[in-house]
């Protein structure tokens, strides 16, 4: 291993046939793979090992789905029990671009140049096909963020170690805004590539008009939905005086969410159900894991 080795670190949870593609994409990229199967005992994946038996792939198995955030604790600490300096987190269907560690590591190196500390998030093409964050400026190669996705996040092992594990008890939603405004309380940057690096669906995305603007409804399952507010919320709480500019636009993403449900979405009950569900639970600080 060089001094600026990376292990990619990835989280499975019944993964669609064309990960193995996306697998051999990353591979060429990083020094090392870690892949945590949150699958389960029956899971299909584990004839895996035999297929990357040449490559520097490696698998911690799950008899049950631990969540997210437990099983990015567990690939980052494998990575540093393993020495390696840095990890690029990975959801199971994102798409690297080909140049994707290779930026990142320049975009540390250009942010951190006078000292300091970063997260570094990866600008991604969605489902809809478009660019997920302008930076309007193209002369701009990243700029600063109050929170980025996990997929695509260079990590620095040093970084992990000073804003501590990915929170547990939020399973699965906005493990990534925990993190992320951890990191800023510990003075650790956020920023994002302007270039797309990848690309990556949040959920099932479909456009919609609203009576003032277009938008996007994501489609999440009524566990999602729960989650997504629960975890949310309980942030809102914890963050509103710190971050009030952050927490206030989090609540009129709830409110907005709830409004696309009812006018767009399919199952548009159990949905709205999980939603007040944890709406309820992030009042009462109420901590109750729920999967599909």
């Not at 975009?107 to 991604?124: D, I, K, P, T």
């Not at 997929?151 to 804003?163: A, E, H, K, Q």
């Not at 159990?270 to 009462?284: D, E, F, Q, R």
Request: aromatic share 10%.
């Amino acid at each position: 291993m060089h001094s600026l080795s990376i292990c990619a670190v990835i989280i499975l949870h019944f993964p669609d046939i064309d990960f193995r593609k996306r697998l051999h994409r990353i591979i060429k990229q990083v020094d090392a793979v870690v892949i945590v199967d949150n699958s389960g005992a029956d899971a299909e994946t584990r004839d895996l090992p035999n297929e990357f038996a040449e490559q520097q792939v490696h698998f911690l198995w799950n008899d049950s789905n631990l969540g997210v955030a437990t099983a990015l604790n567990q690939g980052v600490q494998f990575a540093e029990q393993y020495g390696y300096q840095w990890a690029i987190l990975f959801d199971q269907d994102t798409e690297p671009t080909e140049r994707m560690s290779s930026v990142l590591l320049g975009l540390y190196q250009e942010c951190c140049r006078n000292g300091g500390r970063a997260l570094v998030g990866s600008n991604y093409i969605n489902g809809l096909g478009e660019v997920q964050v302008s930076c309007g400026d193209s002369k701009t190669s990243l700029i600063s963020r109050k929170t980025i996705i996990t997929s695509g996040t260079l990590l620095s092992l040093d970084v992990y170690n000073r804003i501590g594990p990915f929170r547990d008890e939020f399973f699965i939603d906005a493990v990534d805004h925990d993190y992320c405004l951890r990191a800023a309380s510990k003075g650790i940057k956020v920023v994002l590539s302007c270039e797309p690096l990848m690309h990556h669906a949040i959920g099932m995305q479909s456009r919609h008009g609203l009576a003032w603007k277009k938008t996007a409804s994501s489609n999440h399952s009524a566990v999602r939905r729960y989650y997504m507010a629960r975890n949310n919320l309980i942030l809102v709480r914890e963050y509103c005086l710190k971050e009030p500019a952050w927490a206030w636009k989090s609540v009129c993403y709830i409110v907005k969410t709830f409004i696309l449900i009812a006018f767009f979405e399919k199952h548009k009950v159990p949905k709205l159900t999980a939603m007040i569900s944890g709406i309820y639970h992030a009042a009462i600080g109420r901590i109750e894991n729920v999967q599909d």
